[in-house]
Nanobody
Framework: QVQLVESGGGLVQAGGSLRLSCAAS????????MGWYRQAPGKQRELVAT???????NVDDSVKGRFTISRDNAKNTVYLQMNFLKPEDTAVYYC?????????WGQGTQVTVSS
């Protein structure tokens, strides 16, 4: 099993920044994909950004140019730097770890952007 521990959510004004972190522990096999998804009230969970151990990224168009995903493979940790936040970015952000078809989820961290 893989355990994911997230941190870094909070309340910020529009235009502000936050940095999310997610550390994986346990049976952390490589190569793998780590990333972030988010779910706003009344909406489905959606992709924000993912990053493979090899450095390939997949970033949703809605956050391109504002959010940056990075990772430290030695620490099994993925980061999401969120700049120029907008009220529509308000959601619970979930860390995801995936190896092949198997994946694990973090408990989620709330990000609230006030206008």
């Amino acid at each position: 099993q893989v355990q994911l521990v997230e941190s870094g959510g909070g309340l910020v004004q529009a235009g502000g920044s936050l940095r999310l972190s997610c550390a994986a522990s346990g049976r952390v096999f490589s190569p793998n994909v780590m990333g972030w998804y988010r779910q706003a009230p009344g909406k489905q969970r959606e992709l924000v950004a993912t990053l493979t151990t090899g450095g390939s990224t997949n970033v949703d168009d809605s956050v391109k140019g504002r959010f940056t995903i990075s990772r430290d493979n030695a620490k099994n940790t993925v980061y999401l730097q969120m700049n120029f936040l907008k009220p529509e970015d308000t959601a619970v952000y979930y860390c995801n770890f995936r190896v092949g078809l198997w994946n694990a989820w973090g408990q989620g961290t709330q990000v609230t952007v006030s206008s």
